[in-house]
C-alpha cells in the first residue's frame, strides 16, 4: 500500500457515504449549520430510490414523483446550502484514529464526523430476465410498486416475513398472489402464516425455484423448476415481486461497529454508532421500514445529531 502524503489529504467537517435520501437530507442539515460537507455518492447516484419509476408516497407530491426527479432536488437543495457532491466511491474507512479517515478511488480524506448512508442492496435470485425486466414488470418493493398492479395477477419470491408481508400487502392491489417457495414449510412468523393462509387472494407454489423471467412487451410469465422432480414449467404472470432478502452494505465497517446479526449497523435513537463522531441513517440501519420518508428522517437526525457532536468538540476546545 502505498503512503499517504498529508499534503494530498482533504479535510471536511462531516463526510456522508452515499447519496440516497439518507445522506443528501444528512447533508442538507449539516450544510445549513455552515459545516463543510462532502458526499461520497458511492456506485448508485441517489440510491435505490433513484432507480425506481415513481414514487407516489412521498408527502408533498400528490401525483407522484419520479425517483431519480426526487434524488435530483434532494441533492439541488442541499448543494445550495454549500454541499459537496462528488462521483467517487469509498475504499476504505478508517474509524480507529481521529480525525477519521477515508480513502476514495481518487482521495483521501480526513473528516471530524463521519454519517453512513450506504444503504442496503436487494438480494438478486441472479437469473436470466431479472435484471433486463427490474421497473418493467420485476420489483423488489410492493409498498413502492403494487399500486401499478391493481387487479393483476402477481407473483412473491420467497419464504421468510419480509415475502409474506410483501404478500399480505399487495392483497390490496392486486387481484391474486402467488407465493413462490423453494421448500415446503415457510420460515416466516407463525402470525403471518396464518394470516397469509387465511387470505383468500394468496396461494402457494411449494418446492419451486425461479429460473428464469420471460417477458414480451410486458412481463409475461415466469419459468419454474421443481426442485424435487427437476420438472420446469411456465407460469403466466403479470408482475413479479422478489423478496429474498436485504444485504446491507456494511463491508467497510465491519470489525470497526457493532452491527446486529443480520449485518445492520446498530443505532440509538440518535443516529449514533459504537463510535463517537460516526452516525449512520437510511437502510444501513434499518432492516424493517427501508422507505424514501423515513431514510429521510434518519438522515435528518444523524445531520442534526453530527452538528451537535462538533459544537461540544469545539466546546471542549479539540
Known amino acids: 500500500m502505498s503512503k499517504i502524503n498529508e499534503d494530498t489529504i482533504i479535510s471536511k467537517d462531516v463526510i456522508i457515504l452515499g447519496s440516497g435520501p439518507a445522506g443528501l437530507t444528512a447533508a442538507l442539515?449539516?450544510?445549513?449549520?455552515?459545516?463543510?460537507?462532502?458526499?461520497?455518492?458511492?456506485?448508485?447516484?441517489?440510491?435505490?430510490?433513484?432507480?425506481?419509476?415513481i414514487i407516489e408516497n412521498y408527502p408533498g407530491f400528490p401525483n407522484g414523483v419520479g425517483g431519480s426527479e426526487l434524488g435530483q432536488l434532494f441533492q439541488s437543495q442541499a448543494e445550495r446550502f454549500g454541499a459537496e457532491v462528488v462521483?467517487?466511491?469509498?475504499?476504505?474507512?478508517?474509524?480507529?484514529?481521529?480525525?477519521f479517515m477515508v480513502r476514495t478511488y481518487s482521495s483521501t480524506y480526513a473528516a471530524k464526523s463521519i454519517i453512513i448512508s450506504?444503504?442496503?442492496?436487494?438480494?438478486?435470485?441472479?437469473?436470466?430476465?431479472?435484471?433486463?425486466?427490474?421497473?418493467?414488470?420485476?420489483?423488489?418493493?410492493?409498498?413502492?410498486?403494487?399500486?401499478?398492479?391493481?387487479?393483476?395477477?402477481?407473483?412473491?419470491?420467497?419464504?421468510?416475513?419480509?415475502?409474506?408481508?410483501?404478500?399480505?400487502?399487495?392483497?390490496?392491489?392486486?387481484?391474486?398472489?402467488?407465493?413462490?417457495h423453494r421448500r415446503d414449510k415457510l420460515r416466516a412468523g407463525a402470525f403471518l402464516q396464518k394470516r397469509a393462509f387465511?387470505?383468500?387472494?394468496?396461494?402457494?407454489?411449494?418446492?419451486s425455484v425461479?429460473?428464469?423471467?420471460?417477458r414480451d412487451d410486458s412481463l409475461?410469465?415466469?419459468?419454474l423448476k421443481d426442485v424435487i422432480t427437476?420438472?420446469?414449467?411456465?407460469?403466466?404472470?403479470?408482475?413479479?415481486?422478489?423478496?429474498?432478502?436485504?444485504?446491507?452494505?456494511?463491508?467497510?465497517?465491519?470489525g470497526q461497529l457493532e452491527l446486529d446479526e443480520e449485518g445492520y449497523i446498530n443505532v440509538n435513537r440518535f443516529m449514533e454508532t459504537s463510535v463517537p463522531g460516526v452516525?449512520?441513517?437510511?437502510?444501513?440501519?434499518?432492516?424493517?421500514?427501508?422507505?424514501v420518508i423515513t431514510s429521510a428522517g434518519m438522515g435528518a437526525a444523524a445531520g442534526i445529531q453530527a452538528t451537535r457532536f462538533l459544537e461540544d468538540l469545539e466546546c471542549d476546545g479539540s
Not at 462521483?87 to 480525525?99: C, F, G, R, W
Not at 387470505?199 to 418446492?207: A, H, R
Open 210 to 214: 425461479v429460473t428464469e423471467i420471460v
Open 220 to 223: 409475461q410469465a415466469v419459468k
Open 230 to 254: 427437476n420438472e420446469e414449467n411456465l407460469v403466466f404472470i403479470d408482475g413479479v415481486f422478489i423478496s429474498i432478502g436485504n444485504e446491507p452494505n456494511r463491508q467497510l465497517f465491519e
Open 198 to 207: 387465511a387470505n383468500p387472494k394468496i396461494s402457494f407454489i411449494w418446492n
Open 87 to 99: 462521483m467517487d466511491q469509498a475504499i476504505s474507512v478508517d474509524l480507529q484514529k481521529y480525525p
Open 118 to 180: 450506504t444503504g442496503a442492496t436487494h438480494k438478486k435470485l441472479n437469473v436470466p430476465g431479472e435484471k433486463e425486466f427490474t421497473g418493467r414488470g420485476v420489483s423488489y418493493c410492493g409498498t413502492c410498486d403494487g399500486w401499478f398492479f391493481k387487479d393483476k395477477d402477481v407473483m412473491v419470491v420467497g419464504g421468510g416475513d419480509s415475502a409474506l408481508e410483501e404478500g399480505i400487502f399487495l392483497t390490496r392491489f392486486a387481484k391474486s398472489v402467488t407465493i413462490i
Open 279 to 291: 452516525f449512520a441513517a437510511g437502510e444501513i440501519a434499518d432492516p424493517h421500514f427501508r422507505q
Open 29 to 53: 442539515y449539516t450544510s445549513r449549520a455552515y459545516l463543510s460537507s462532502l458526499i461520497l455518492t458511492g456506485i448508485t447516484l441517489h440510491g435505490q430510490a433513484g432507480s425506481t419509476d
